[in-house]
């Protein structure tokens, strides 16, 4: 029984309403797991020992449970015990989204907040978020979707979980502005704003951090080798440590001003030195996409964009 429990991958989709679940539900069943969509909790161990007799048919599972089930979605933190007493191991997804966006998603799909009655629905999402703070606690993984695209959000849980059999550790590299805020999932947040600013030089302002202009100029300062080399291993040596500790996955931020310069060149950087160590790498740069949609922006706003 022990073998077969291992071999099952059990995942708990959970989260607040219109963070994306049901985006990664869908994810997960492209990636081969049996997806059951408002699974009533108290059928979770029940549904987890009909899997393990499936004789290896159905070895990975993907499950959302949240507050759709009204009444019965108290039942899960017993669920959940009852899963941990059979020594059957299972991992917590936990969705989220900050309230304006989760509010201009239900207003865009024009459906219903599960908890709505007389309340706004500000106070629907303010409420849910009280009532899954402790399983938001006990959550695995975390992904904030506030800043994610559709696509976006499926390489993620691809980069995560589509190596599964090899337990392959992943990093997330996302390069941010400051100006539109620090990646709600960050696990580690690097501040580049000390160095050198290509904003400032007149022909880089409209360039990017793809650029190779750019590039050059921001790795070719004696402060961002020492700085780099500094960073590169402390990540060496976090990372070993952080696999240890059973994680999946490692979220390194590294932001400037707008996201545009620096931070992008950084990100890059630091993906190519870590893929070089043998890592799974993903880099993401979250904010660069007006600046390469718009080369145009006013050069005379004498205003600092990274």
């Known amino acids: 029984m022990a073998e077969k429990i291992e071999g099952l991958h059990t995942l708990i989709i959970t989260g607040l309403s219109g963070a994306g679940k049901t985006q990664v539900i869908n994810c997960m069943e492209d990636m081969g797991y049996y997806c059951v969509d408002n699974l009533p909790p108290a059928l979770l161990t029940k549904f987890v020992e009909l899997s393990l007799q499936s004789e290896g048919k159905v070895d990975k599972v993907a499950l959302v449970i949240d507050v759709r089930g009204g009444g019965f979605f108290r039942d899960l933190s017993h669920a959940l015990e009852e899963m941990e007493e059979n020594s059957i191991p299972f991992e917590i997804v936990f969705l989220e989204a900050s309230d304006d966006v989760l509010i201009r998603r239900f207003k865009e799909s024009r459906r219903r907040h599960p908890l709505a009655s007389n309340a706004?629905?500000?106070?629907?999402?303010?409420?849910?978020?009280?009532?899954?703070?402790?399983?938001?606690?006990?959550?695995?993984?975390?992904?904030?979707t506030t800043n994610l695209s559709p696509l976006e959000l499926k390489t993620k849980l691809q980069s995560i979980y589509c190596e599964r059999n090899t337990r392959g550790f992943v990093v997330n590299i996302i390069s941010f502005g400051y100006k539109l805020g620090i990646p709600m999932d960050s696990d580690i947040v690097i501040d580049v704003r000390f160095l050198a600013n290509p904003f400032y030089n007149p022909g880089m302002r409209n360039l990017t951090g793809e650029d190779q202009e750019v590039i050059d100029y921001?790795?070719?300062?004696?402060?961002?080798?020492?700085?780099?080399?500094?960073?590169?291993?402390?990540?060496?040596?976090?990372?070993?440590?952080?696999?240890?500790?059973?994680?999946?996955?490692?979220?390194?931020?590294?932001?400037?001003?707008?996201?545009?310069?620096?931070?992008?060149?950084?990100?890059?950087?630091?993906?190519?030195?870590?893929?070089?160590?043998?890592?799974?790498i993903v880099v993401r740069h979250r904010d660069i996409a007006k600046y390469k949609f718009d080369k145009n922006i006013s050069k005379d706003m004498g205003e600092e964009n990274d």
Do not use: W
């Not at 976090?238 to 001003?257: D, S």
């Open 218 to 280: 921001v790795l070719s300062s004696p402060v961002t080798k020492s700085f780099m080399r500094r960073f590169i291993n402390l990540l060496k040596f976090l990372i070993p440590h952080y696999i240890g500790e059973g994680k999946t996955n490692l979220a390194v931020a590294i932001g400037c001003t707008g996201g545009q310069h620096r931070s992008v060149v950084l990100a890059d950087y630091t993906g190519k030195k870590l893929k070089n160590m043998g890592y799974k």
């Open 120 to 144: 706004s629905l500000l106070e629907s999402i303010r409420q849910e978020r009280g009532m899954l703070e402790e399983l938001r606690g006990k959550a695995n993984l975390v992904i904030d």
